[in-house]
């Protein structure tokens, strides 16, 4: 197991958007993830690969190819989270991202950094997660060491208990 940095790419056509929410996350999460930025979706897509954990998409600079995009994304690594950032209200936009196997849906209001934030906590927090993408293990390897260290503390609880 190798310890590696996580890759999150922001891909946004607004640089001053793209630059504002980089130093954002950059602030909260630089000693997590190497965040790279990207104003265009070929450069983008030409770095997407099996070390990307994260990539934060804007829905409305890709219209209904966004969620093409979310696909070729996919189809290059499958592990890698996918956030939308959208304008687009419409529910069924957002089902049809979720279809698409998008980890998120986020509108851009207000507070949608701070939903940002706490989803991107809860991808590098959740163990299984933070074991796949820090350490390249499998899933099933991930899963089972979690388990393992559950079952040992209750164990652990259950011998104190009984003495």
Same mark, same amino acid.
């Given at each position: ?73 996919? @189809? ?12 687009? $209200? ?31 906590? $809860? ?29 040992? @503390?209750?164990?652990? @609880?259950?011998?104190?208990? @009984?003495?």
């Amino acid at each position: 197991m190798t310890n590696q940095t996580l890759n999150l790419f922001i891909v946004e056509d607004n640089p001053e958007s793209a630059l504002k929410l980089h130093q954002f996350l950059d602030t909260r999460f630089g000693t997590v993830f190497n965040i790279s930025t990207f104003t265009d979706a070929v450069t983008a897509m030409s770095k997407v690969d099996e070390n990307t954990s994260v990539v934060v998409l804007d829905y409305d600079y890709f219209g209904d190819e966004g969620n093409k995009i979310v696909d070729l994304i996919k @189809i290059i690594n499958k592990k890698t989270k996918v956030i939308i950032l959208s304008n687009n $209200e419409e529910i069924f936009t957002a089902i049809d991202s979720y279809k698409n196997d998008v980890d998120n849906y986020l509108l851009k209001e207000k507070g949608v950094k701070k939903k940002l934030s706490m989803t991107l906590f $809860e991808i590098v927090t959740y163990p299984a997660n933070y074991l796949q993408m820090k350490y390249s293990v499998s899933e099933f390897f991930a899963y089972l060491i979690f388990l393992f260290v559950v079952v040992g @503390i209750l164990v652990t @609880i259950g011998f104190i208990s @009984i003495y």
